[in-house]
């Protein structure tokens, strides 16, 4: 083929260059292409023509053209499918052979993807991390390279303009001030990969690298290459646009030029260009004026704005992008602050220098770096703010290389030369080890970080701490980070392969930058490095360390070695271990790190010391630990005394009763804050959990009480035993881990104390803690002898049974209880006491016994009797003694001839006993005296001094001489003077004597006196005295004696018992004596009588003292209470005196202090008692007499004591008052006075208590900070005021009124009433409910009291929007797009936000719906009662708050129409505004008659009147649903006569035609005077019709408007044109009545059939919804309302107990109910069972507390909240490609897929339920739980893990037990055992609601339908009957015979019309008629009947009948909607 023709050249009409193809005749011949132009061709049988004709074919010739892929073109369709340029075969069969080859032209241009998705690979291989700043750093590389010349400042400019409402009004802009850009140069911009290197100059020619061009930079010998020659390879910038967005507009001005230039690109023009076959890279850069906005679009305010500015700057380029992806505009917001963080870390060195961003102290004295006149500005304008964010890059200080630069402590600047002439600079940073941390920057944003792994305890392993397992060196390219860069570290600077003097953990405090230019390759997305590392590592690259800007020539390696231990020997704040002591092996760590292991005594840490035996303090635990150090460790081969990091600390848990367990634990976990009272405080009260005391109850009675005394054979009763610990609580095994096995039981023993055997064990049980009582012992019978009892009860070890634990007893309980004798049944007689005498009572001892012989009681029952022989036995009474019956007082007489007595017998008798008498003998003798015989019976003479004498005789009762045992005394006492003596004789030998005794001495007797003898018999009182009379005369003896004495030279005489008065201690002497005889003479004393003078006041006083007449002197007592009595006695001459000394207090000695009244004084109050103060004298006598001491003199001093006010007063009996006593502090508790008085002192001890009420405080609330609440929302706790004195002392004062006062703004729910204070001294109001608008108030409490009023703190109320409370709607639609009528309406988004201006994320779809409405005239805005109601549509990847309409249809009826959303959630209310919209018709269907023209009538006569067919008929343009069809709607309507029978017999209009055209305007076109020619053709009598038929541009070709017919009848003469038109017309009426009755019949039967099918639905649906309730047990048979309500209460009921219910709950305090907050880890998962509960509680008690936040700048904000104590975690932090996958099979069925491992083995996190936010919750719980397992046991998990460990690892497997066997295989010990729910301390898992509830609920909703459904039958069966009985009425039966009869008459009529048989239907739509007519067409039935039945009267002249109206129902029919807002089901209009 060398050739080719073109045909058809010649011929200008085929369009050659615009389309054409190229054939191939490949029939039979090897002939060149043919190009055919294809242009103007419409059809395939044209292009075969023109085929035909170019290559020659004959028409004759059959042949098939085909494509180059064999399919036939032969038909319009195949043909369409061909495009310009394809190449075509023409063949003679399809499947024959190419008879020659052929060539097919293929063009291969890249597609415009190439551009508008270049930069999605790029982009979105980064790594885990948002690639948006990446591409926001090309457009910065740009700005970079364009300022890089600029002589002042470079300022680079990020807008973003955001809009959440519209995202299409969303830019963001890129603005420099650099040089701009030519035209030449933009479009070099524009052309894709065109790099620097290969860019031409307007001359077309090619700038050579190195030369210098117009887009040459010139930066000679920068620093750290930051020369800004990074817009390199013509590739990031448009990738990065298009990344960003789907457009972007290029405007620049260059440097002096006075023209802007701009190009557009767009992926819409892309599209556009290949849609219309356009060439794609082409386009138009625009040359205008500055500030030019004639090309914008209005509507893009923000662009108009940016180019108005284009004036006032003189050189620019400014990168508009536009069409935001709206993942980008969430993350631009959300994010700001990550973004920005990234590109300060990308372009630090050019922002802050070639040294970084040094401390800002660092900087002073320095010159200014020539880099920071660049300045990268980030603004962020969102719709609604004024003012814009605005975020300078040199202000961020935390990017990363911010906090290399600061945290570092040295330096080590190196240089590498690669390749000998390539230079690569470098700086290594140090950053120490401080104390306790490391001080290594962390980068936990990165997802590239992988956190160091942890070990069997969840501490980290940390081989590489600080660093991590970071590389040490970022890589910068031209200034610029290249992100994707890393190297690991070199072989001279990376950690050494053996271990040295340094520790390893040095060289992972290093961080590091390198330095390039661009003599290194990058990719061209500048994301890595090609070429870097491998040639830093080539071992021909040298290195050579950089001091002070010189280089020094030594080895790199050495340098650095010396440099980093500098650091650390200088820099690192480390531990000092001491007290070495040995190194030892840890078996139970990884094999790694067993071995060596140094044990030192102490360390020193922070000038803090800690060392073994210590107790300390253990943070970060779970319980935090107590304890005492065993030892310290540090890993590592020490010999000695060492600094270092790290190290462990085993110790004892403390309290070792509890725990006794030995624990090792990181150094760093040491509290070293704690105090040692701390740490003992907390082990008291762990050791208060052990055992105290048991608490006995007797639940069936007979309790046995301490000390009680039980007759025999008594039954004990029941005994409940609980063991309580010292806080109360009822325990059952012993508290602690070390202790879980440890139960504890209850011995029970009864000891019976007998006495003669000893103790003896009766009864002994030990019980175990049951289920129905913890500890049960059953009654006991069988404790009959009698005797003392110990009931005991002992705590015992369940293991051991030993009574004691960790060296304490545990606790035990006894009752002591003695057995007695029951009642009396025999008796015995008891040892009776003789001898048995004549008329002496004795006692008759009767001994009672029980029925087990036991001595035991008498009783008032038993009256015992007694008898003998010969004697008279009588007894007085009976006697009670213990166990013995006494009969009291028996008395025997009778004769004894003798003294030695007589034999009797005596019987004694009991009635009622079993034993009823008892016999005994006797002995009886003489009884006891009972007279006294004396002789001589007449009066006596004796003289003074002599003796007198009686002869006696005794005698007993029955008058026998008696003489009894024992000693019979009979005395005489002589009275009738003084000191007479007395006389006794014992007559017990013989009952007989001689009665005499001491002489009888009188005194002072001068003549003879007589006295007188009484006799008793001493102790007979029964026995009367016998008297005599006996006559004494005077002798010489002594008989008075008389005292004084002298003092100070005066005799003072002392009369007989006179009280003398002396000082105390003090001695009286100068006493003297005289003796008198009985004549009253003075007495000699000699020595005979000396010796006889006797003194009681000395034992031996000086006989020549005596001789003198002399005594010796009285000293008197020392205490004044005592009186000394002083006696002196003549010895044998009957002579005393006596007289009392009594003492008087004697010169002060000591001082007594003493309070009178209570010794409390309150806080700045006086005290309200006195205190005494009494002076004593040197023996304590007090001293009353005080006149010589003043009050003055006394002084009292005391702490912090008022001296000034104290006051002293001198009272009665010598006392002084201090009154007055106050102190100036309030310091509680107790104070020491000191009372002095010259030098005596003494001190009194006060009770300083609390002061009066002075000031309030509320509990729990700082009035410093201000209370945060939501609006309708309660405070967050409850309002408490305490009173408090002066002092801030709790007041506990009751009944104290409080009072809130408030700003009167804000209302508090309930209201605030006065309340009074409890015992307490607290007032509590409650938790109130806060209702007031946004802002800040105040609350203040108020005390009333009787002496006024107190005001307490102010409390400042800060009211915030609720962020759960809806109160605005904002919609978007397409306000531009058309509302057709019936048609879909566009998609509606309704926004809910909150009263925090944030989207509501608590709506749902339920909550919103969409109410529609037709507006009518001169109506309000109102909602009115019948709408239509629409819901939004509901999936799941919907956002919250964010609801959409989509696809719901529009009213059928066009015009105004009226649309409200409604927002309500069962509490809160929104309504939307009103949008009013305009419903259009839609595509017009049908023309269409206002009025009915009848069946006209005409003649061709001349009568103008008889030839007119239509007078004035108005036709209109309706849509399927009758509506007006006015816009575009212009045209001509064509009315054209035809006949249906085919008649060549025409009728013509006037003019002789046979069509008319007539204008079509607005919808509209009116027939005026269709009048037929005069004469013209037509058969007589003949229908014909006018067919008008529409002609409208408007109106699409596929759908036309069906013709509209008017029948018309046609006749020859006017008079029977005439008849016939009177004829047709009641032929129109009769068809107008028939329509109008089928109208109603048919409307009526409708209306039945839907009932009837609503009655059947509705019936079917309560049969199916009571076998629903069916399933669940509840009576089906509910056939009424009230039924359902009260089986509806009954379930409501069943529902809120088990609602009410104890379940399981998680304690931990919720997290705060904010945006962005997900919750608490422990509160986003149920776990149902209770033991898989326990253990995964345990297993995540870390992190059961944690917030989980969805974002982590709302993560960063609870934390700065709660002051770092809130552990949070960040939902976008989490790295979710490397997460479990959540429905992964278990391990063994992927790799033992037959077995059937036994305990049932389950993932972990497929026991969990999450009530909302499920994908979330996954997402966390598969990060911290992953794959582990759950299991029954130990054994069967220990099974399972040996058989997976033989394919795979095997994760962490949970027993239900409580065990953990760790994904290392480790188990066992307390680490690995769960702790108890208890112990958990409400941080586990809550138990989700029972399945009895969600069965409940299920009912409840089944029985809610139930009834609905049951009110929805009746409702129908109602509407039903009724209908059916408005169709048996007459009035209904009339209508149907009426009806009837009219069909008849227009049969009749039509034939009198001759018209045969009907042409149109007359009957319903249903008899199947396609007739277009309003007659047939049931859309027209929707008219009124008035309407329908309009006669032609506006055309022929005729009236109409009056019908009847259809019934109310229906009206009612007609006028239903699809839905309504009463929820009832509505009919659809057919």
Not at 1526 to 1549: A, C, R
Request: glycine letters at 6%; one cysteine or more; proline letters at 6%.
């Amino acid at each position: 083929m060398t050739s080719r023709k073109s045909v058809g050249e010649d011929e200008p009409t085929m369009e050659d260059d615009d389309a054409f193809v190229y054939v191939f005749d490949r029939r039979e011949s090897d002939v060149p292409e043919v190009k055919i132009p294809t242009g103007g061709l419409f059809s395939f049988v044209e292009f075969k023509k023109r085929v035909q004709a170019a290559l020659n074919i004959s028409p004759s010739t059959k042949f098939i053209i085909a494509t180059t892929d064999r399919e036939e073109i032969r038909s319009d369709d195949t043909w369409d499918i061909i495009d310009k340029g394809d190449t075509l075969y023409v063949l003679n069969d399809l499947r024959q052979e190419l008879c020659a080859p052929a060539q097919e032209r293929v063009n291969y241009l890249p597609h415009y993807d190439t551009i508008v998705k270049g930069g999605m690979y790029e982009y979105y291989a980064s790594e885990g991390q948002n690639p948006l700043p990446y591409a926001f750093a090309e457009l910065i590389d740009n700005s970079l390279a364009a300022t890089a010349n600029n002589v002042g400042h470079r300022k680079i400019e990020i807008r973003l303009y955001l809009d959440d409402g519209n995202p299409r009004n969303c830019g963001i802009y890129v603005i420099d001030n650099g040089k701009g850009m030519t035209p030449r140069q933009l479009n070099n911009w524009a052309i894709y990969r065109l790099s620097k290197f290969i860019r031409k100059d307007q001359r077309g020619k090619v700038i050579v690298d190195g030369s210098i061009g117009e887009d040459s930079i010139y930066q000679p010998d920068a620093p750290r290459s930051l020369n800004s020659d990074i817009s390199y390879f013509g590739v990031g910038g448009k990738q990065a646009v298009f990344f960003i967005g789907n457009s972007t507009r290029m405007i620049t001005r260059p440097r002096g030029s006075q023209d802007v230039h701009e190009l557009t690109i767009s992926k819409e023009e892309f599209e556009m260009k290949e849609k219309n076959h356009e060439a794609i890279y082409s386009g138009f850069i625009r040359n205008r004026k500055p500030g030019d906005i004639s090309h914008l679009p209005f509507e893009d305010e923000v662009l108009v704005k940016l180019v108005e500015e284009e004036t006032s700057r003189d050189s620019f380029t400014m990168v508009a992008i536009q069409g935001i992806n709206s993942d980008h505009i969430t993350y631009l917001k959300q994010r700001l602050k990550d973004w920005t963080r990234q590109l300060a870390h990308i372009y630090h060195f050019y922002i802050h220098g070639p040294n970084g961003n040094v401390k800002p102290d660092e900087t002073s004295g320095r010159i200014p770096s020539p880099f920071k006149n660049i300045d990268i500005q980030i603004q962020m304008y969102s719709k609604g703010q004024t003012h814009p964010k605005v975020i300078d890059l040199r202000d961020i200080d935390d990017d990363m290389q911010t906090l290399y630069v600061r945290n570092s402590a040295s330096t080590f600047e190196f240089k590498a030369v690669v390749e000998g002439s390539m230079k690569v600079e470098g700086i290594l940073r140090y950053h120490p080890f401080m104390y306790d941390r490391e001080t290594y920057p962390s980068d936990m944003n990165d997802p590239r970080i992988i956190a160091d792994p942890e070990d069997d305890h969840g501490y980290a392993i940390s081989e590489t701490p600080a660093r991590g397992r970071r590389p040490i060196f970022e890589c910068y390219w031209n200034g610029r980070l290249i992100p994707y860069t890393l190297i690991e570290d070199f072989e001279w600077c990376g950690s050494p392969k053996k271990m040295k003097t340094l520790p390893i953990e040095c060289y992972n405090r290093i961080s590091g930058v390198l330095w390039t230019d661009d003599k290194f390759q990058v990719s061209t997305n500048k994301l890595t490095f090609i070429d870097l590392e491998m040639k830093l590592r080539d071992k021909q690259t040298t290195y050579s360390r950089i001091i002070n800007g010189q280089e020094k020539r030594t080895s790199i390696e050495k340098e650095f070695t010396n440099w980093i231990k500098e650091c650390h020997e200088q820099l690192d704040k480390q531990i000092h271990f001491s007290g070495f002591q040995g190194k030892i092996t840890r078996p139970d760590l990884p094999k790694q790190r067993q071995f060596p292991w140094c044990v030192y005594k102490q360390v020193e840490w922070d000038a803090k010391v800690f060392k073994e035996g210590q107790l300390v303090r253990i943070m970060r635990t779970l319980p935090i630990l107590h304890g005492t150090i065993n030892r310290i460790l540090l890993f590592g081969d020490y010999d000695g005394d060492v600094y270092a990091t790290g190290g462990d600390l085993e110790i004892t848990q403390e309290p070792r009763s509890l725990y006794a367990e030995v624990k090792t634990v990181p150094l760093s976990k040491l509290d070293r804050l704690a105090s040692p009272q701390l740490i003992k405080k907390y082990i008291e009260e762990e050791e208060a959990k052990l055992p105290d005391k048991l608490v006995i109850t007797w639940p069936d009675g007979f309790e046995v009480t301490q000390n009680e005394k039980r007759p025999a054979g008594k039954t004990i009763g029941d005994m409940k035993v609980e063991i309580l610990n010292k806080k109360g609580e009822k325990i059952s095994k012993l508290p602690g881990t070390a202790a879980v096995s440890k139960k504890l039981l209850v011995e029970l023993k009864v000891i019976w104390h007998a006495a003669g055997p000893g103790d003896q064990v009766i009864v002994s049980h030990i019980s175990q803690h049951g289920k129905n009582w913890p500890y049960w012992f059953r009654k006991m019978e069988n404790i009959k002898n009698m005797g003392n009892y110990t009931l005991q009860l002992q705590v015992v070890l369940n293991e051991s049974g030993g009574n004691t634990y960790a060296g304490k007893e545990l606790p035990s309980h006894k009752v002591k209880f003695s057995v007695t004798e029951a009642e009396p049944e025999k008796f015995t007689i008891g040892l009776l006491e003789g001898p048995f005498r004549v008329g002496v009572p004795f006692n008759i001892p009767l001994d009672l016994h029980d029925e087990f012989n036991n001595p035991t009681k008498p009783t008032n029952k038993l009256k015992p009797t007694i008898e003998g022989s010969g004697l008279d036995l009588q007894f007085i009474g009976l006697q009670f003694k213990g166990n013995t019956l006494v009969m009291k007082d028996v008395v025997a007489k009778g004769t004894i001839p003798s003294s030695a007595g007589k034999n009797f017998n005596i019987t004694v008798k009991m009635p009622g006993l079993l034993e009823e008498s008892q016999a005994m003998k006797i002995r009886l003798l003489p009884g006891p005296p009972a007279e006294l015989f004396v002789e001589p019976e007449d009066e006596i003479t004796i003289e003074n001094g002599t003796p007198v004498s009686f002869k006696v005789q005794l005698r007993d009762v029955a008058g026998n001489v008696t003489s009894v045992d024992g000693k019979q005394s009979v005395v005489c006492k002589l009275t009738g003077a003084q000191s007479l003596p007395s006389y006794s004789m014992d007559c017990s030998s013989g009952g007989t004597g001689t009665l005499t005794g001491d002489p009888i001495f009188l005194k002072k007797i001068k003549e003879g006196q007589i006295i007188t003898a009484k006799i008793d018999l001493q102790g007979y009182r029964n026995v009367k005295s016998v008297e005599r009379r006996v006559k004494v005369i005077p002798s010489g003896r002594i008989s008075d004696i008389i005292l004084s004495y002298q003092k100070e030279g005066k005799t003072t005489p002392v009369e007989l018992n006179q009280e003398i008065q002396m000082p105390a201690g003090e001695t009286l002497e100068g006493f003297i004596m005289k003796l008198i005889d009985e004549a009253g003479r003075d007495v000699e004393i000699d020595d005979k009588l000396a010796n006889k003078i006797k003194i009681n006041w000395a034992s031996k006083p000086s006989k020549d003292i005596l001789l003198k007449g002399q005594l010796p002197g009285v000293r008197a007592s020392t205490l004044t209470q005592e009186i000394k009595y002083c006696h002196i006695n003549v010895v044998d001459c009957n002579v005393d005196f006596s007289f009392l000394v009594k003492a008087i207090p004697g010169e002060p000695n000591t001082m007594k202090c003493q309070c009178m009244g209570m010794n409390t004084v309150g806080v700045g109050q006086y005290l309200a008692s006195c205190i005494n103060v009494q002076v004593k004298d040197k023996f304590g006598n007090d001293i009353e007499d005080m006149e010589k001491i003043n009050a003055a003199d006394i002084e009292v001093k005391g702490e912090n004591l008022i001296e000034k006010d104290i006051t002293v007063t001198k009272s009665k009996g010598g006392l002084f008052l201090i009154n007055n006593v106050k102190f100036s502090d309030g310091k509680l508790g107790r104070r020491e006075l000191q009372v002095s008085l010259k030098d005596l002192k003494d001190y009194v001890k006060l009770e300083v208590v609390v002061g009066p009420t002075s000031q309030l405080a509320v509990i729990d609330y700082d009035p410093e900070q201000v209370i945060m609440v939501y609006n309708e929302n309660k405070l967050p706790s409850p309002l408490v005021v305490q009173l408090f004195d002066a002092f801030d002392n709790p007041v506990k004062e009751a009944d104290v009124k409080i009072q809130i006062t408030k700003d009167p703004k804000i209302k508090f729910i309930p209201t605030p009433g006065p309340v009074k204070t409890n015992k307490e001294g607290k007032a509590d109001f409650g938790i109130f409910t806060v209702t007031a608008l946004r802002g800040t108030y105040e609350i203040q409490p108020k005390a009333f009291r009787s002496n006024g009023v107190i005001a307490g703190p102010k409390l400042k109320i800060m009211v915030q929007p609720d962020p759960t409370r809806p109160s605005e709607m904002k919609v978007e639609y397409d306000s531009k797009a058309p509302f057709i009528a019936g048609e879909k309406m566009p998609d509606v988004t309704v926004k809910v936000y909150a009263e925090d201006e944030q989207l509501l994320t608590t709506a749902k779809s339920g909550h919103i719906s969409m109410k529609l409405w037709k507006s009518e005239p001169g109506s309000q805005d109102s909602m009115p009662n019948k709408t239509l109601s629409f819901t939004p549509d509901t999936t799941k990847k919907q956002t919250a708050g964010i609801f959409v309409f989509r696809d719901k249809k529009l009213p059928e009826e066009a015009g105004s129409h009226n649309i409200m959303f409604v927002y309500y959630d069962g509490k809160h209310q929104v309504f939307s505004n009103v949008i009013h919209i305009a419903v259009d018709p839609a595509t017009p269907t049908e023309i269409f008659p206002i009025q009915q023209p009848g069946t006209p009538t005409v003649s061709n006569t001349r009568n103008v009147a008889s030839r007119c067919v239509l007078r004035n008929l108005q036709l209109q343009l309706r849509d399927k649903y009758g509506n007006h069809v006015t816009k575009g709607m212009n045209g001509s309507v064509q009315v054209e006569i035809l006949s249906n029978d085919h008649i060549p017999e025409i009728p013509k209009f006037v003019g002789n035609n046979t069509s008319l055209n007539l204008t079509l305007a607005g919808g509209v076109c009116n027939l005026q005077n269709l009048t037929l020619q005069e004469s013209c053709p037509g058969v007589d009598g003949q229908e014909y019709i006018l067919r008008c038929t529409v002609i409208c541009n408007n109106i699409p070709k596929t759908k036309a408007v069906p013709p509209y017919d008017i029948s018309f009848l046609f006749y020859n003469d006017a008079k029977k044109q005439s008849q016939m038109a009177h004829l047709s017309k009641e032929r129109d009426n009769l068809q107008n009545a028939i329509r109008t009755y089928k109208s109603l019949f048919e409307t009526t039967e409708q209306l039945i059939g839907e009932l009837k099918i609503s009655v059947k639905e509705t019936e079917q649906e309560v049969s199916n919804i009571r076998m629903n309730l069916s399933k669940y047990k509840i009576n089906p048979n509910l056939v009424t309302v009230e039924g359902v309500e009260k089986q509806l209460q009954l379930v409501t009921d069943e529902k809120d107990l088990i609602l009410n219910s104890n379940r399981r709950i998680c304690g931990l305090q919720p997290a705060p109910m904010e945006p962005d907050v997900l919750g608490k880890i422990g509160h986003l998962a149920l776990i149902e069972d209770q033991a898989i509960s326990r253990v995964l509680s345990w297993h995540m008690s870390s992190d059961m507390d944690c917030v989980v936040t969805l974002t982590s700048s709302k993560a960063k904000e609870i934390y700065h909240r709660t002051h770092g104590k809130q552990q949070v975690l960040p939902l976008d932090s989490i790295y979710k490609k490397n997460l479990t996958e959540w429905k992964k099979p278990l391990p063994h069925v992927k790799f033992k897929q037959n077995w059937q491992p036994p305990g049932n083995p389950v993932y972990a996190r497929d026991l969990l339920e999450f009530t909302q936010d499920m994908e979330k919750c996954r997402i966390v719980f598969a990060m911290l739980l992953g794959d582990t397992l759950i299991l029954d046991d130990l054994d069967t998990a220990n099974a399972y893990r040996q058989e997976i460990v033989k394919f795979t690892h095997c994760p962490t497997i949970l027993t239900r037990d409580g065990d953990r066997i760790r994904s290392n295989g480790k188990f066992g010990g307390l680490m690995n055992k769960a702790l108890p729910l208890e112990k958990l301390r409400g941080a586990v898992f809550g138990s989700p609601l029972p399945k009895a509830y969600h069965e409940k609920s299920t009912i409840i909703e089944t029985l809610q339908s139930l009834k609905t459904a049951i009110e929805k039958h009746e409702s129908a069966k109602h509407e039903l009957q009724e209908q059916m009985d408005t169709m048996q009425t007459q009035e209904m039966q009339t209508k149907y015979q009426e009806c009837k009869e009219a069909e008849k008459q227009l049969s009749e009529l039509e034939e009198k019309l001759g018209m045969g048989t009907p042409q149109k239907s007359l009957t319903s739509p249903r008899s199947g008629s396609k007739s277009t007519t309003a007659l047939d067409d049931p859309k027209k039935q929707m008219q009124s009947p008035a309407q329908n039945s309009a006669s032609t009267s506006a055309v022929n002249g005729s009236t109409p009948n009056s019908f009847v109206t259809p019934t109310r129902t229906s009206k009612r029919i007609a006028h239903m909607t699809p839905v309504s807002d009463d929820g009832r089901k509505r009919f659809r209009r057919n």
